[in-house]
């Protein structure tokens, strides 16, 4: 089995397959995440700040785990959900 490295083995492959807003909240959250590292770590800060901007990363990620997988239809379970209809709220007579 060769590893060799082709043209592509530089970057991320997940991004290729994501469109224009996923990618841009992957590289966003990746981002987000090493200022936060350097908040905590390098500039030994502490508190509001580290909380806010790992927050925020955190919140991107959740964001990116909740997308269908790109080109895909959408699952039965999310298919059954919007297609359901809520009972009435009626109370028979």
């Given at each position: 089995?060769s590893?060799?490295?082709?043209?592509?083995?530089?970057?991320?492959?997940?991004?290729g397959?994501?469109?224009?807003?996923?990618?841009?909240?992957?590289?966003?959250?990746?981002?987000?995440?090493?200022?936060?590292?350097?908040?905590d770590?390098?500039?030994?800060?502490?508190?509001?700040?580290?909380?806010?901007?790992?927050?925020?990363?955190?919140?991107?990620?959740?964001?990116?785990?909740?997308?269908?997988?790109?080109?895909?239809?959408?699952?039965?379970a999310?298919?059954?959900?919007?297609?359901s209809?809520?009972?009435?709220?009626?109370?028979?007579?």
């Amino acid at each position: 089995m060769s590893l060799a490295a082709g043209p592509d083995s530089r970057r991320i492959p997940v991004l290729g397959q994501l469109g224009l807003v996923p990618r841009v909240a992957v590289l966003v959250t990746l981002a987000l995440s090493f200022v936060a590292i350097v908040i905590d770590v390098g500039l030994h800060l502490e508190g509001a700040a580290v909380f806010v901007v790992a927050a925020a990363a955190i919140l991107g990620l959740a964001w990116m785990v909740g997308l269908p997988p790109s080109g895909s239809a959408p699952s039965p379970a999310r298919r059954s959900a919007a297609s359901s209809t809520r009972p009435s709220a009626t109370s028979p007579s």
